[in-house]
């Protein structure tokens, strides 16, 4: 005999969704912090392109920053859009993240300008950005469309200054492959629209 699970308030996955990406952020901080105490330790974690042995960087490099000017500028957008996209349900937001992660890294190993390190949350951040622009519009679903154009109205300009290749010491390449991967994380993780379980969550 089975039991059927009660489905989670939004209440409910509005907290875990916050705690998730509070604690998130403070680890980019705490992985920072040692870096620093460490002798930027840390720093050969990123991604120095087309050497084989920096394939097993291609995960960790998304948590390491290059000083807490840099982790900063991350955490408010990473927290946002990050807790907007928790808000669809915890296994689907690590999967588009692991997705995001691993193919904006391995595009990073294969088109980084050679001599270079690249790391930080700003692949994933482009990602989320991607993700939850155009998700609303490919399940039909207003909540996730309303999130879609207030990220975009808030952070669009500045997505797209990012793309530019002419910013010296900013990975565009890794930029743009994080929006590629976040778009196409939407459509290869959509959720479909029937079933009693979605309708009764009603989350973005």
Partial sequence: MSETRPEWSRGDRARTA??????WVALLWLL???DVTSGHALDRFGIVPREPAELVDVVPAAFIHF????VAANSVPLLVMGFLAALGGLRRFLAVCA?????????????????????????????????????GFVERRPLG?????????IWGGTILAG???????????GHLLGLVAGVAAAFLL???ASGPALRAGGAL
Avoid: C, Y
Avoid at 67 to 70: E, K, N, Q
Avoid at 145 to 153: Q, S
Avoid at 163 to 173: C, D, E, F, R
């Fill in 99 to 135: 997705l995001i992660i691993v193919a904006d890294g391995l595009g990073v190993w294969l088109i980084a300008p050679a001599h270079t390190n690249t790391a930080g949350a700003s692949g994933l951040i482009f990602g989320l950005f991607g993700f939850l622009l155009v998700t």
């Fill in 18 to 23: 916050a705690k998730l990406m509070v604690g």
């Fill in 67 to 70: 000083g807490f000017a840099h």
């Fill in 145 to 153: 469309v309303l999130a879609g154009l207030l990220v975009g109205a």
């Fill in 32 to 34: 920072e912090v040692v």
């Fill in 163 to 173: 793309l530019a290749p002419t910013q010296s010491g900013v990975s565009w390449q």
């Fill in 190 to 192: 959509r959720r479909r």
